[in-house]
């Protein structure tokens, strides 16, 4: 069973990037129709889905934050990680990693969350 795991610094300066790794076990990240996704829930508000990369490696964005938004993965560690730039306070959320399965159309995996604050 796959599990994962989201790390991180808790708190960014605004203008900073907001750096996030997601590990997992019991897995691949290459396994096909695998999907690897970034997910976030500001305080007070819904969830909202920010991109993911690919079992092949390809990504995807939100286009409200894809200018601003890298994902990228290391199949040597089986981990992926999300770039954010230029963060205000407004991106401050619990931030989470799934693992999302084409076929299925439904999330598999999920890890438990990581609060990042922006602020100064």
């Known amino acids: 069973q796959v599990q994962l795991q989201e790390s991180g610094p808790g708190l960014v300066k605004p203008s900073q990037t907001l750096s996030l790794t997601c590990a997992f076990s019991?897995?691949?990240?290459?396994?096909?129709?695998?999907?690897w996704m970034w997910i976030r829930q500001p305080p007070g508000k819904g969830l909202e889905w920010i991109g993911y990369?690919?079992?092949?490696?390809?990504?995807d964005y939100v286009p409200s934050l894809k200018s601003r938004t890298s994902i990228s993965r290391d199949t040597s560690k089986n981990q992926f990680t999300l770039q954010l730039s230029s963060v205000t306070p407004e991106d401050t959320a619990v931030y989470y990693c799934?693992?999302?399965?084409?076929?299925?159309?439904?999330?598999?995996?999920w890890g438990q969350g990581t609060l990042v604050t922006v602020s100064s």
């Open positions: 019991g897995g691949s990240i290459t396994s096909t129709d695998h999907y």
């Open positions: 990369i690919s079992y092949g490696g390809g990504t």
């Open positions: 799934a693992k999302y399965i084409g076929t299925l159309r439904a999330f598999n995996a």
